[in-house]
T-cell receptor, first 110, second 112 residues
Framework: GENVEQHPSTLSVQEGDSAVIKCTYS??????FPWYKQELGKRPQLIID?????GEKKDQRIAVTLNKTAKHFSLHITETQPEDSAVYFC?????????FGPGTRLSVLP | KAGVTQTPRYLIKTRGQQVTLSCSPI?????VSWYQQTPGQGLQFLFE???????NKGNFPGRFSGRQFSNSRSEMNVSTLELGDSALYLC???????????FGQGTRLTVV
């Protein structure tokens, strides 16, 4: 089955800097890759996603890139703000099942 | 439209008891997945239901079971509770399991 790795596990950046979180997956048949943000005490919320027929997708300060050949995809957050502090999860579809990465705790320091 | 609703929000149970959690998906969504989240353990997949059928199952003991009703609402049952079952249980719904999934607020289960 699908296996998703995520790095780094923790990330601290200064406010205004960029943050990058990388995920790798194992199943070349996976074709949908969402990213979720989970703030403390809240539910995970979808922030951006990408399908395998697209290499990059951007939504304001957030972007996701996908390299199908290397089987990795990355989340890029520019001009980070304190409210970006949260745990971020990547996921890949394995058949009808979402396989999540272990999460990255992002701290944006003022 | 209404989001994914999980009930109850909090539960305290005694070791050995059983518990049933409920998840009402977004209207029109036919896929419901369940996850266990413990501190530092990420989102562990329990099972996924689509049109009342369990399509996928994670690596959890048989004490964890679920079902889905014709209106797509789903329930999860845990029998013979253990202390280690204390966790946040999240459900997520999507149209068909291959598209955007939306999470409920979760049920925080504490086993004492």
């Amino acid at each position: 089955g699908e296996n998703v790795e995520q790095h780094p596990s923790t990330l601290s950046v200064q406010e205004g800097d960029s943050a990058v979180i990388k995920c790798t997956y194992s199943d070349s048949a996976s074709n949908y890759f969402p990213w979720y943000k989970q703030e403390l005490g809240k539910r995970p919320q979808l922030i951006i996603d990408i399908r395998s027929n697209v290499g990059e997708k951007k939504d304001q300060r957030i972007a996701v890139t996908l390299n199908k050949t290397a089987k990795h995809f990355s989340l890029h957050i520019t001009e980070t703000q304190p409210e970006d502090s949260a745990v971020y999860f990547c996921a890949a579809i394995d058949g009808q099942n979402f396989v999540f990465g272990p999460g990255t705790r992002l701290s944006v320091l003022p | 439209k209404a989001g994914v609703t999980q009930t109850p929000r909090y539960l305290i149970k005694t070791r050995g008891q059983q518990v049933t959690l409920s998840c009402s998906p977004i209207s029109g969504h036919r896929s419901v997945s369940w996850y266990q989240q413990t501190p530092g353990q990420g989102l562990q997949f329990l099972f996924e239901y689509f049109s009342e059928t369990q399509r996928n199952k994670g690596n959890f003991p048989g004490r964890f079971s679920g079902r889905q009703f014709s209106n797509s609402r789903s329930e999860m049952n845990v029998s013979t509770l253990e202390l280690g079952d204390s966790a946040l249980y999240l459900c997520a719904s999507s149209m068909d399991g291959n598209t955007e999934a939306f999470f409920g607020q979760g049920t925080r289960l504490t086993v004492v």
